[in-house]
């Protein structure tokens, strides 16, 4: 019964998402690794009749203005380039997580798009079951590609070093109080790993720099964020954070909202402007090019047993606006430290 009325409720989905088109029918997978690069500007023209779907699954929502929202508009963006029909389930439970993609294959859909680590488990589960049906896992590990027997996943992967770097050094120009905060979701090896690589980057601006870090246990708790941040401020006299949680993120934002000389690092979307006050910059992925990577695939008959990279040099990421509140003297030295990351020279 669970399943079944889980079906009912991705079939409304897709009635209330699609959008038509076509392209040529995808052939077996090839065991291969590559890096996203970039693709024409205007949809390509179909070669048959084959209308092609893309499902994604969320467990944040498509609106909480961070890593669920930039997610979706990832897919939205390459699925309009691709001409895909498209259907999202957002805000839903772990254990939903393999009964929510089972139902989209059940409906024949041609790509599952997981946009996290913790549907691993899932992602493979289906995989197993529906051996016609790629499944892109972004921020997979890079060995999980080659657990799925049937050869019919990729892993999206962002390089996570990077961006804690690029998050920690201009969380390191920042601060003047000397201590700056990360927030995670869960205790993902991505998470993990840009953590790491934050406190690493501030401390090789300034040694003396505290980094206290957090894990929410959620990615859509937005209360819980603002709680975090809100005691790390008060007990630790944080001015910079970096989130890597979703809502909780925006949770933390709101925390920061109105207090002067308290700011965020976004991401994974350009989240901020000119004028925020809270946002100083934000860590740009773009996943839609790694979302058209494996789109590409598909219809070329080469998805699957792949890890497909992106990073600054491939313009996979980037730095995003500064906000008014970052002097220009520190943009100018934080710009000159993302090259250094772009050339492998900042601290390999």
Request: aromatic share 8%; with cysteine.
């Amino acid at each position: 019964m669970k399943k079944f009325l889980a079906m009912l409720l991705v079939a409304a989905m897709v009635f209330s998402m699609a959008a038509c088109a076509k392209a040529p029918e995808a052939a077996q997978p090839a065991a291969t690794e590559e890096t996203a690069g970039e693709t024409a500007e205007t949809a390509e023209t179909p070669k048959d009749g084959k209308v092609y779907k893309v499902a994604m699954i969320c467990d944040s929502s498509i609106s909480d203005g961070g890593w669920g929202m930039s997610c979706y508009n990832a897919m939205m963006d390459a699925a309009e380039k691709h001409g895909w029909e498209t259907a999202v389930s957002d805000s839903i439970e772990q254990s939903a997580y393999f009964d929510t993609i089972d139902s989209y294959c059940t409906l024949g859909y041609d790509m599952i798009y997981a946009p996290g680590n913790q549907y691993t488990d899932a992602v493979l589960q289906a995989a197993a079951e529906y051996p016609d049906i790629a499944f892109a896992l972004l921020n997979g590990a890079a060995d999980t590609p080659a657990k799925a027997e049937n050869g019919n996943v990729s892993s999206l992967l962002p390089n996570a070093t990077q961006i804690g770097w690029i998050a920690g050094a201009l969380a390191g120009l920042m601060t003047e109080t000397g201590t700056i905060a990360f927030i995670g979701g869960m205790e993902l090896d991505t998470t993990k790993a840009k953590v790491e690589c934050y406190e690493k980057a501030a401390q090789k601006i300034n040694p003396d720099i505290k980094v206290s870090s957090a894990y929410a246990g959620s990615f859509s708790d937005t209360a819980k964020g603002k709680e975090i941040a809100a005691s790390m401020v008060t007990t630790y006299d944080v001015d910079v954070m970096f989130g890597d949680a979703s809502a909780v993120d925006t949770g933390a934002r709101e925390a920061l909202a109105g207090q002067e000389g308290r700011y965020d690092i976004g991401q994974p979307g350009d989240l901020g402007s000119a004028d925020d006050k809270v946002i100083a910059c934000s860590v740009v992925t773009d996943n839609a090019a790694l979302v058209k990577t494996c789109m590409e695939d598909i219809e070329n008959g080469t998805f699957g047993n792949k890890t497909v990279y992106g990073d600054l040099s491939n313009g996979c990421l980037s730095v995003g606006t500064f906000s008014s509140v970052v002097p220009e003297d520190i943009q100018k030295q934080y710009l000159e430290v993302v090259d250094q990351i772009k050339a492998g020279t900042f601290l390999n």
